[in-house]
């Protein structure tokens, strides 16, 4: 009891020590010697820092559902982008104040996963991937299609009605310490319900989906309760995103975007929440600055067949992932996990295989996990 | 009335090539269990390879000639890619589902990158036969040609999986380790054998969507093709039973079809022309809340 007292301890005060660091890095004019494109506190590294802070948020309620339930969500972009969208559509469009505008989302927030959750999980493992992703589609489509001229189509819309405090470039540290403050509360609220009874009814069900029937829980509500939780906390960050950028483009409505959210979560550590986190932090951190560096020198004078493939973020990024799931399947924070670099993951077998063509018997148990990990 | 002929015929040929991905991916699944995410990268490297051939091609023979060729090459290239991801990829992961999803996740991103990288992300136009870009009446519809070659390429490639998978003996293992596969390694056969097969097939038809698509869409080809067509092949899968080769094709049908009609007439009618994607995932939708286990399914899911 001490042990765990005494661990607890510790962990809120590194989350402390780490979230108190962050709060101050607007403070420091440090050179980034290249890591950044200026120095630490310039407008344009917050920007991107702020980004990083948003997605590593955003990556920690994707694994909500993906690390810590075991459902496989190829729809969370659309949660995401209903919180950029809305609040750029009812501040301009609407000429809404930017409260109003919130509390609009907010409520939106809570009803379309509460909808869309009821349909798609009827169905388990990879079915519900699908049908998510079916679902983020049709969103990305009605974005296109720009209907009433809300959504702006290609172009995307702006973000009005913005309090003085948040506009110009001066002011880039404040929309910072907002997106400090968004993943500050997402930490603190995934923190929350995944200790809470629900989270271990979720973790239960990640691990054996008909053990918690019997012991007589009803999964379904249960998955919906997470599936609304998390996609509420990720129209959050949508929000504060639209804040950030001061638009919403159709690029978060994409498949592609979802499957970087995917992406981000295996890279940092799946069903972990500091992994989460840093994996999201790292990809945004990559996605922007990889364009950069694909400029240097050396990959500029090589061969066309290296240099093209290089100039893609997407393209280098993709393959870190499969070599990471080859040689570092429990992410980042794999590494110092105890019970394996693949525990992560181990513990999802069960939730991707809820629909077996048949009941065979290496469906049942797979004997070999143990000995290869 | 002609214009409801050419809806028709436009969204079987539509539903032909929902077809011929989401056999492959209903295939893949139902033997090995695994999503496979880059079938859509299948299918836009099989398209793009067909088409850098056709652009080296010049003036060789007639056109026909060019594009049969050129098409060959993109299915042959869709194969052989398919058979060396499940080799190189899959294979090493076997029995980690998970890993398998997340490889095929990286690769469907990263192929697609590189695509766009080597030949630029705008779209690529696409030199097809000019008989296929004619028109043919039917009841007084002027139907393009093309439709009838992409039904009756879907068409012939139905029977050719079924036939395979009841007449030979590597199609009878196949339809085996669907069954259990368990079983079949109990009893001596090495199914793995057959999970390249399967992505070769998958691979092929997936190519030759890519290369149907080329046409179909007035002779263009663009990198985010696959995955476009993708999604519509992941909604065609379940609404026809994941595993069921018969389930896809039924389902592919009613897909292209709803989504031609309620496209044309939604924005006709109501100025609004992504009716018929929306319709298609409300189908989906009514499918789950009916009958979540597709049309053909057979696996029962209770929750």
Do not use: C
Request: proline share 3%.
């Amino acid at each position: 009891m001490v042990g765990g007292a005494l661990r607890l301890a510790l962990r809120l005060g590194l989350a402390a020590a780490a979230f108190g660091l962050l709060a101050v890095v607007p403070q420091f004019s440090i050179d980034t010697h290249g890591v950044f494109s200026s120095e630490l506190n310039s407008p344009g590294t917050l920007q991107v820092l702020a980004l990083m802070l948003v997605f590593g948020a955003v990556a920690l309620t994707y694994d909500l559902l993906f690390g810590f339930t075991g459902l496989l969500s190829f729809g969370h972009a659309l949660y995401f982008a209903v919180g950029v969208y809305l609040t750029a559509i009812a501040t301009t469009r609407w000429d809404w104040a930017l409260w109003q505008a919130l509390l609009f989302t907010a409520a939106v927030a809570l009803l379309v996963p509460l909808l869309l959750g009821a349909v798609s999980l009827r169905v388990g493992g990879i079915a519900f991937a699908m049908v998510t992703l079916a679902f983020a589609e049709a969103g990305s489509k009605l974005v296109n299609q720009n209907p009433r001229g809300w959504t702006g189509g290609e172009e995307g819309t702006a973000v009005g009605n913005l309090p003085d405090a948040l506009v110009g470039v001066l002011n880039t540290k404040h929309l910072y310490w907002i997106a400090l403050g968004y993943l500050i509360f997402v930490f603190v609220a995934v923190n929350w319900v995944v200790d809470s009874s629900p989270g271990r009814v979720w973790q239960a069900i990640r691990e054996n989906e008909q053990r918690v029937e019997v012991l007589g829980l009803q999964p379904f509500r249960f998955k919906l309760m997470v599936f609304v939780i998390s996609s509420f906390l990720a129209t959050a960050g949508g929000v504060v995103y639209a804040l950030l950028i001061g638009s919403a483009g159709p690029r978060v409505t994409t498949p592609a975007f979802t499957l970087a959210l995917l992406l981000m979560v295996v890279i940092g550590g799946t069903g972990t929440r500091w992994g989460a986190i840093l994996g999201g932090a790292l990809y945004t951190f990559l996605d922007y600055r990889l364009v950069e560096w694909s400029d240097k020198a050396f990959i500029r004078e090589s061969p066309d067949l290296i240099r093209q493939p290089l100039s893609e973020p997407l393209f280098v990024l993709g393959t870190l992932f499969i070599l990471l799931v080859f040689f570092l399947p429990g992410g980042l924070a794999g590494l110092t996990l105890p019970g394996g670099r693949r525990r992560g993951l181990r513990l999802l077998e069960q939730s991707v295989r809820t629909e077996p063509t048949t009941g065979t018997v290496e469906d049942e148990a797979d004997p070999g996990v143990e000995a290869r990990t | 009335m002609s214009t409801f002929v050419l809806l028709t015929i436009t969204g079987l040929g539509l539903g032909a090539m929902y077809f011929l991905i989401a056999s492959g991916l209903s295939l893949i699944y139902g033997l090995m269990g695994v999503l496979n995410f880059a079938h859509g990268a299948f299918l836009t490297v099989g398209a793009y390879s067909s088409w850098w051939l056709s652009t080296q091609l010049g003036g060789v023979g007639s056109d026909v000639l060019r594009f049969l060729l050129s098409a060959a090459f993109g299915l042959l290239v869709g194969a052989v890619v398919a058979a060396l991801v499940e080799l190189v990829l899959i294979r090493p992961l076997y029995q980690r589902h998970i890993e398998q999803v997340l490889v095929t996740v990286g690769l469907s991103l990263a192929m697609v990158a590189w695509v766009q990288a080597t030949w630029g992300p705008t779209e690529r136009v696409y030199e097809a036969p000019s008989w296929l870009a004619r028109t043919t009446e039917v009841f007084g519809a002027r139907v393009p040609n093309d439709r009838f070659v992409e039904i009756g390429v879907a068409a012939v490639v139905l029977v050719g999986i079924v036939a395979f998978l009841r007449y030979t003996r590597y199609g009878l293992i196949i339809r085996a380790g669907v069954e259990n596969r368990a079983m079949v390694t109990a009893l001596g056969i090495d199914v793995r054998r057959a999970f390249t097969l399967v992505f070769a097939i998958g691979g092929l038809a997936a190519a030759l969507a890519g290369v149907l698509s080329g046409v179909y869409f007035g002779g263009s080809i663009d990198p985010d093709r696959g995955t476009s067509l993708l999604i519509f092949a992941f909604i065609v899968v379940v609404i026809g039973g994941l595993g069921s080769i018969m389930g896809s094709a039924v389902a592919a049908v009613l897909v292209g079809l709803v989504q031609q009609y309620a496209n044309y007439y939604g924005s006709e009618y109501l100025d609004f022309s992504v009716l018929g994607d929306l319709s298609v995932v409300l189908m989906l939708a009514i499918t789950l809340l009916v009958r979540p286990s597709g049309l053909a399914g057979k696996w029962s899911v209770a929750h």
